[in-house]
């Protein structure tokens, strides 16, 4: 209680300045120290999942303690059931959309020996039915995460939308003259941020960051790391390909710095493609689905942190596109699924909120798995071409020219 008194007076203090001030009593509260880290494997089994049931929702800041609480914490859900090391570690980016997020659960469930998986529920948008849903889980361990800097805990301050913000359009001759906070800093077309529209990016990078460095069940990890988002759905011989893919990389594309698991054609010709890959740059429109890293990527990528933070560019993937070539000086190389064991449900998102309809993405993907399913679990890849990798330059987007943006992002990567 007392951290988040100190830390409210500081932020009523400083304005503008706060994010560093938030970022330190924040990191106190909600990352694990080099000595919690170092714990054991027991140390985290110990964490049962009963302690997950604690997560109140009552108020805003009974809100806020629970996720400082729960990334603290790190109660690892099925632990006793599923003992050891998981053999693959999936990253779930949740924001609101519960429907989706119950069909690639339905999905995993699917999925050839998903108990060896350790599924990690990063969310930016807190509600009772998300958690319902997720501790619902009883086929492999799970952990939640919970992005701190959520809009939902900072309704009317940054990184939320304050009142005192410029309006989206205001000109920056009128802003400056109203005095909005933000005044000197609209993005690279005359814009003003959106909280909602920088949000994902933020949620994307401290996910980044956090899960690398800071979850303590991974530390001795040495896989890659596969990241989905809740409107996703995988075939039930996603582990299996990805295993191929890795052997494939290993004897065939030791350079490959990334896997793409999936791709953007849904089943289209997966007869024919499902024992297909391919090599090449990687382009934020095609390889942004069922993408892997490894720690290694990870590092290179935080090496990039202010480039990251400071491109005018809402999506964390087209940034991500622009660091490869330019600060990661050898553009990045993806081995990419011809037939893709990711599929994309969601016809709801960022800019589409109307007409949802997931139970028609449903019979949509099990009407096609039913014509694709004697092409899973190939024996072996074959490579269909090989391409350069190059760096793609593209158009930025902007929607991230608040200085206020750049200085939260660049501290995810710092362990204060």
Not at 254 to 280: E, R, Y
Request: charged content about 25%; hydrophobic content about 35%.
């Amino acid at each position: 209680m007392r951290f988040r008194l100190l830390k409210r007076n500081l932020l009523a203090l400083l304005g503008a300045s706060f994010v560093v001030v938030t970022l330190f009593f924040s990191t106190r509260l909600l990352l694990v120290t080099d000595k919690d880290t170092r714990g054991t494997s027991q140390d985290v089994r110990d964490n049962h999942s009963s302690d997950m049931l604690k997560f109140n929702f009552g108020s805003l800041s009974e809100l806020v303690q629970s996720v400082y609480s729960a990334n603290y914490k790190q109660c690892v859900q099925n632990a006793d059931k599923f003992p050891g090391e998981p053999r693959l570690v999936v990253v779930v980016q949740v924001h609101n959309r519960p429907e989706y997020l119950r069909l690639l659960i339905k999905s995993l469930e699917r999925a050839a020996e998903v108990h060896s998986f350790l599924l990690i529920f990063s969310h930016d948008y807190f509600s009772e039915e998300i958690n319902t849903i997720v501790q619902g889980i009883t086929f492999c361990k799970v952990l939640q995460i919970y992005f701190p800097f959520s809009t939902q805990l900072y309704p009317r301050e940054f990184p939320g939308q304050d009142p005192r913000d410029c309006p989206r359009d205001i000109s920056k001759d009128n802003a400056l003259k109203t005095g909005c906070l933000n005044a000197e800093h609209p993005d690279s077309y005359g814009h003003y941020r959106e909280a909602f529209i920088t949000q994902t990016k933020h949620h994307w990078w401290w996910k980044l960051h956090f899960v690398w460095e800071r979850v303590q069940v991974i530390q001795g990890y040495s896989g890659f790391v596969i990241f989905l988002e809740e409107d996703n759905y995988i075939l039930p011989d996603f582990f299996h390909f990805y295993k191929l893919l890795m052997e494939f990389k290993k004897e065939n594309c030791p350079d490959c710095d990334m896997l793409a698991v999936g791709n953007h054609n849904g089943l289209t010709d997966f007869n024919s493609m499902s024992s297909k890959v391919l090599t090449t740059g990687w382009m934020s429109t095609k390889h942004n689905i069922g993408m892997a890293i490894s720690r290694e990527v990870y590092y290179k990528l935080a090496g990039c942190s202010n480039q990251f933070c400071t491109y005018d560019d809402y999506n964390w993937d087209w940034t991500l596109q622009h660091l490869s070539g330019t600060c990661i000086s050898k553009p990045l190389k993806v081995l990419v699924a011809e037939g893709s064991r990711v599929l994309h449900t969601g016809d709801c998102g960022l800019h589409q909120k109307e007409n949802c309809r997931p139970e028609w993405a449903l019979q949509k993907v099990e009407d096609n798995l039913k014509m694709a399913k004697d092409s899973l679990f190939p024996p072996s890849l074959v490579l269909r071409s090989a391409e350069a990798a190059e760096h793609k330059a593209h158009m930025k987007n902007g929607g991230w020219g608040d200085v206020r943006d750049h200085t939260l992002c660049n501290n995810y990567v710092k362990r204060l």
